[in-house]
């Protein structure tokens, strides 16, 4: 009973608000209206919203497969840096085996010198002071040739004073520099042996006038006095008047310089080329057909 007064009430005031808005020209706040029909959802905004959220979750895979791949990209290149630094053919690896042989041959040069002049048997292993420098010239070039020559200097001029030193360079390194330059291009045995003879003298020169200026003596003069007497003896013990020159003194001088520095270089030759032979290094050489058959 009491839920059919409440609905015939409501109905009761209802139709009396209805009635008096028709009549008057009483406008009803529109906050007093309710809506009962549902919002209308449009099937074009809700797609574009999943579109972008589809599109966004796939830049976001996209974009975190690139990093991984870029990351990968990156170690494999450190690793493959790494492994070409150690390879045996890699270009790090080439400059550190030459910088240790340079320094190995250099050590093994100054002293080899050092005790060969020391214990005065210098005369007998003379011949063995440049062979460093040509080996270091053939395996790794002329700039290492010279590089050798510098620092076996360095080492004897550390170690005995700059007389060793300059003695070592003028006798031995300039020799050794000038055949392994040779060698290293490939330089037909008779040029080789002549400017390796010319290398030669000039070094012996500057080391007589080195001798001359550290005792205070020209030993140059003296040197060339004595074959002008024992000339000038020789041509009067055949019964001769000829006087020589000292112009003519000094060309036989030379020419005799010359004649024995050619025939120890000659020497040298042969008996690097042997060496080098065993050391495996034929195939550097440009060595004469009777000396290659031979061997």
Known sequence: MNLLKLHHQHNYYYTKFSSISRNSSFSVPHFLIFTTHKPKINPLTVNNNYFLENFKQ???RALSVKTQIWSDK?????????????????VVYKKTLRLVEGAMFAAVSGLAYLLSN????????????ALPIVV??????????????????????????????????LMHGLLGFTMGSLWRLRTSWGASIFLCALA??????????LSSFLIGENILALITINIHAALSYILA?????????MNFIYTLFGTLLLIN????????????????????MKAHLRLPRWLAISI
Not at 78 to 83: A, F, K, L, M, T
Not at 200 to 209: D, F
Not at 237 to 245: A, N, Q, R, Y
């Open 58 to 60: 796939k830049n976001v």
């Open 118 to 129: 020391s214990l005065a048997i210098e005369n007998y292993f003379g011949c063995f002071f």
């Open 200 to 209: 030669r003298a000039v070094g012996a020169l500057g080391y007589v006038l």
């Open 237 to 245: 013990s055949l019964g001769s008047t000829i006087v020589p020159s």
């Open 261 to 280: 520095c050619t025939f120890f270089v000659l020497l040298l030759h042969l008996l690097y080329a042997i060496f080098l032979t065993k050391f495996g």
């Open 74 to 90: 990156e170690e494999e290149k450190e690793d493959s840096e790494g492994i070409e630094y150690l390879a045996a053919d890699g």
């Open 136 to 169: 270091s010239s053939m395996r790794w070039g002329v700039a290492a040739g010279r590089k050798t020559m510098v620092a076996t200097v360095i080492l004897l001029f550390v170690l005995s004073g700059p007389v060793k030193a300059l003695n070592y360079m």
